[in-house]
Structures are given as C-alpha cells and as structure tokens.
C-alpha cells in the first residue's frame, strides 16, 4: 500500500504513545443545564486544552464508545486564522494530523464512522494518510460539498467545493446501521395523487427486469381488454402470483384510460428513505453563507472564518448515528458540532484549546440549552434543555521522574488502570467503592490506590499483603485476580498459587515518562 514519507514520519506516527497521561477538572463555573436524572454523566462535555493531551486522558473513559467523529482541522490554506496555526508547512501539518488520527481510531465503536472534512491542499495527501491508519478497505467515501454557490470571476477556476472522507472501523456494519436520508421536496414532487387514493401521493414504476424468465413471461390482460406481454429481452418483475396479489390490492397501475403497459404503484409514505450520494449541494445541506450568518448572528460580526452550517453538521449526524450515541469532535471551533449534536439528542464531547472554548463554545451551548432558536432548531423542533460540563486538562498523572502525582485521584487512576488491562473503558464512568474494579474475560483487576483500604498512612492499603489479599478475594473469590499496587510483600510462588498477578505501579502501567 502506498506511504507518505515526511522527514519526521515514524516519530510522529509513533507520538500518540508518548503523550502524557493528565486527568480532567471540571470548571462548575462555565458548566450549564440541568442534566436529566436517567442521563449519562457525560452527555454534554466540553474540554478546553490541546486536543492531543485531551483525548488521551478521555481514552480511558470512552474508547470504543463514539458512534461518530467529525472534525474540520485547519487546511494548511496559508490563510491568517484567528483561532488556528492555518498556515503550517506541509510536513508540520501531517506531523499534526498523524498523531491525532491515531487515537481517534481508539475512540470508534465496529460500527461508528469518522468523516473529516478537508480541502484539495491537503485532501489527497490525508486520503492516504487515512488509508494507512484506518485502513484502506474501511473508507467508505469521498463527499463532495458544495459550500458556495456565486461565481469567483477572479479566479482561474472557481473553488467551489470541500472535500468530507468518510472511514469505519468495519463498513459491512456502518452499511447496515447508518440511516438514509429523507426524500427532498424535489423528489416528492415526482409522487402524485391523480386518482385521489386514499393511500396518498404515489408514483408508478417499472414492472419489467432485464433478461429473459420463462416463468415471468407470462401474459397480463389490461382494463381494456388489451393483452401485455414483456418488452423483448425482458421479463416481468414478479411470478404471477405476486402480481395478482398487487393488483387485487390497486397496485397496479395501467394509466389514465387503461390502456397502458402495466406498471407497479409505490406510494411516498412507503418510501424508507434514499442512500445518500457522495455530492451534497449547498441546497441540501447549506453554504458557507449561511454558516457564517449562524455564527455572526451568535457572536457578532467575524467571529469565525471558516464555520460549517448547522444542517451540513445535521446531514452527517443523521446518516451515522441515532439519538443517544456519542459524538466526538477534537477541533470543535465556533462549537457547531456540539450544538447540532445537543439539539438532535446525541450525547457529545467537544474539544478545544483557545480561549474561545469559553467566549464562544461555552457561550454557545448555554444558548442551545436555553432553547436558542437558529440554524437547525426550527426543523427539529429544538426549544432547550439538557446540560454539559466544562472541563480543562488536570495535572499530569506522572512527575518528571515517573512517579505519581498525589494528587491525581482514584477514580482516574482506576480508568487508565482498566484500560491498560481490557482495552475497554471502565463500565461505568464512576470508579467502584472499593479496590476490585471489576471482572474482564474471566479475571478481577485490582487497584490498590490513595487510601482506597482506608489507610491514610504513606504506604497503607496500597501493598499487597495477605490480609489485604483476603479482602480483595471477598470481592472476587475464585478465578484470575491481578492486582495493581506500590508493593507486594507475598512470595511468587504464594501469588501463583492464589491464581494472583502483581503489577507494580507505577512501573507497570503505560504512559510512563
């Protein structure tokens, strides 16, 4: 498969591994809403910090859990941005991107789909970047959006389009779970009602099939009496028996006076829905015109260069997810990726590292909570609620000699504990009452942590000991048990023989400068 070769390729490809592990404070302060009592603690969250160092301490909490990502990193254009670095040299760009990418295939259920949205400079050296870590059999298409529709006379050729690539984990799955898209007026219109059926507006398609069927050759007699026979080359496109049944039911259709070939009615209300199609024009799914007015008539004038409208954020939504599921996006920008996500009642984490996360992304949400009427509210019906939590990057769980810090907390040390061990977030977001985290596969994983025992002394509760053993087996009785602590003061052949694998901490968990 072909490579991007830069000069700093496997270092960056590679980088995602060396980021240090940091915990997540909460800011009550810029938090908002009311969360319902049934919600998942993390239906809404916003983080302010680098996204890199974000989403690896988020991994723990959410790998393998986001039904969809988008994002819109900056293009590389050259172009002066406010809020971005938007003019990196080409190998700096891709020095960004690698890494990133890499952990946000961490992050995709089987069936979940991640869509970047991107213009030529970049868009076929991302293409091939994407082939590489997502895998070149699991992209599933090349979007093309129309985001302008007035001519640019100054231009050699006008720019009138971007570009969305779309990649999953496993297409036969994301084929079988996205969602089509509804009809259009356009196409609604070819659905009419001259007889007044009670059934609604309909239209008459094809009876006929290429090929020749000896079975489903058979002849059909009109209203008029007139004897219908396959075009030549052709067979009908049902047994005769079907047929009856369709037109015992008014299914079939000979036209106004009876006369015609006979072909089969589909009524509108029947239509599921269309596939979506790789070109979206900005009548579908808006231009940049009207993103940018969404995000003026929030912010003021020249808030953002480069906003997407609400209803192309809609548009991807629809398709890859359900009310629900989770969104991810780690260049959250002006926020449209989480207001769209809120109002169409998907739980959502954006990410962020200016200080617009709280000018305007924070700004924002509490709009969309408060019942914020524009872009896509109107055709959802959207009038408020719900809540998020803001959030920044904690302290580093590691010193400068590896060591970790006191001050990170159980609960967070637990995730990247379990982690570690299952490649699965914990399962639930709060860290169990006591050291036993749970059972994987057949084994208990322990954590013996921050006087989770009880013991406040320098060592206590965190060391391996028989009655500490005996404690931890109330919890799990038989089977596998591994337990994460500062020491063990058992003999190897007393841990074999307790069926008990000791992992010293913090030299036995990754992430360790």
């Given at each position: 498969m072909p490579q991007l070769h830069w000069l700093t390729r496997e270092a960056d490809l590679a980088a995602h591994a060396r980021v240090p592990l940091r915990t997540l404070r909460e800011e009550p302060a810029l938090s908002h809403g009311a969360p319902a009592p049934d919600s998942a603690p993390d239906a809404g969250l916003l983080v302010q910090g680098d996204n890199l160092q974000a989403l690896r301490a988020l991994l723990p909490f959410h790998a393998g859990r986001v039904r969809c990502i988008y994002i819109d990193p900056p293009y590389n254009t050259g172009s002066a941005f406010a809020h971005y670095d938007d003019g990196l040299e080409h190998a700096t760009w891709l020095a960004l991107m690698a890494p990133r990418l890499r952990l946000l295939r961490e992050f995709l259920t089987e069936d979940g789909s991640i869509w970047v949205s991107i213009d030529d400079r970049e868009g076929h050296y991302l293409k091939v970047l994407m082939d590489e870590i997502f895998g070149r059999r699991n992209f599933i298409a090349n979007l093309t959006w129309q985001k302008r529709y007035s001519r640019e006379n100054n231009a050699a050729i006008g720019d009138v389009h971007e570009h969305i690539l779309v990649y999953s984990p496993d297409p036969e799955l994301f084929k079988k779970s996205r969602n089509r898209i509804q009809a259009d007026a356009k196409i609604s219109r070819a659905y009419q009602n001259p007889n007044d059926d009670p059934r609604g507006p309909w239209q008459s398609i094809s009876f006929t099939g290429a090929g020749l069927r000896a079975n489903m050759e058979y002849p059909i007699e009109g209203p008029d009496g007139t004897i219908h026979r396959p075009p030549s080359g052709r067979h009908w496109a049902?047994?005769?028996?079907?047929?009856?049944?369709?037109?015992?039911?008014?299914?079939?259709?000979?036209?106004?006076?009876?006369?015609?070939?006979?072909?089969?009615?589909?009524?509108?209300?029947?239509?599921?829905?269309?596939?979506?199609?790789?070109?979206?024009?900005?009548?579908?799914?808006?231009?940049?015109?009207?993103?940018?007015?969404?995000?003026?008539?929030?912010?003021?004038?020249?808030?953002?260069?480069?906003?997407?409208?609400?209803?192309?954020?809609?548009?991807?939504?629809?398709?890859?997810?359900?009310?629900?599921?989770?969104?991810?996006?780690?260049?959250?920008?002006?926020?449209?990726?989480?207001?769209?996500?809120?109002?169409?009642?998907?739980?959502?984490?954006?990410?962020?590292?200016?200080?617009?996360?709280?000018?305007?992304?924070?700004?924002?949400?509490?709009?969309?909570?408060?019942?914020?009427?524009?872009?896509?509210?109107?055709?959802?019906?959207?009038?408020?609620?719900?809540?998020?939590?803001?959030?920044?990057?904690?302290?580093?769980?590691?010193?400068?000699?590896?060591?970790?810090?006191?001050?990170?907390?159980?609960?967070?040390?637990?995730?990247?504990?379990?982690?570690?061990?299952?490649?699965?977030?914990?399962?639930?977001?709060?860290?169990?009452?006591g050291p036993v985290l749970g059972h994987h596969g057949g084994r208990a994983i322990a954590l013996l942590y921050n006087g989770i025992l009880k013991d406040r002394s320098p060592q206590g509760g965190n060391v391996l000991t028989h009655d500490v053993l005996k404690l931890l087996r109330e919890a799990a009785p038989s089977g596998p048990l591994t337990v994460y602590g500062a020491a063990c003061r058992l003999s190897a052949p007393a841990l074999k023989a307790r069926d008990v694998t000791f992992r010293q901490t913090p030299f036995d968990l990754p992430g360790r400068p």
């Open positions: 049902m047994l005769e028996p079907e047929y009856h049944r369709l037109r015992a039911n008014g299914r079939i259709w000979f036209g106004r006076n009876g006369s015609g070939v006979p072909r089969v009615i589909r009524y509108l209300s029947e239509v599921e829905g269309l596939v979506p199609w790789s070109w979206w024009p900005h009548e579908e799914v808006g231009h940049t015109g009207e993103a940018k007015q969404e995000v003026n008539t929030l912010f003021g004038a020249d808030s953002f260069d480069t906003p997407k409208p609400e209803r192309l954020l809609q548009r991807i939504l629809h398709i890859a997810t359900n009310p629900g599921d989770l969104v991810l996006d780690s260049f959250l920008g002006s926020g449209t990726t989480a207001a769209v996500a809120h109002k169409m009642g998907r739980r959502w984490i954006g990410i962020e590292m200016g200080d617009h996360a709280r000018t305007h992304c924070a700004l924002r949400l509490r709009r969309v909570i408060d019942g914020e009427g524009g872009g896509i509210s109107p055709a959802v019906g959207w009038q408020g609620g719900g809540a998020f939590r803001f959030c920044t990057l904690g302290p580093a769980v590691y010193d400068a000699d590896g060591r970790i810090d006191p001050a990170v907390r159980y609960a967070d040390l637990a995730a990247h504990v379990w982690l570690a061990e299952t490649r699965t977030p914990l399962p639930s977001s709060d860290a169990p009452p």
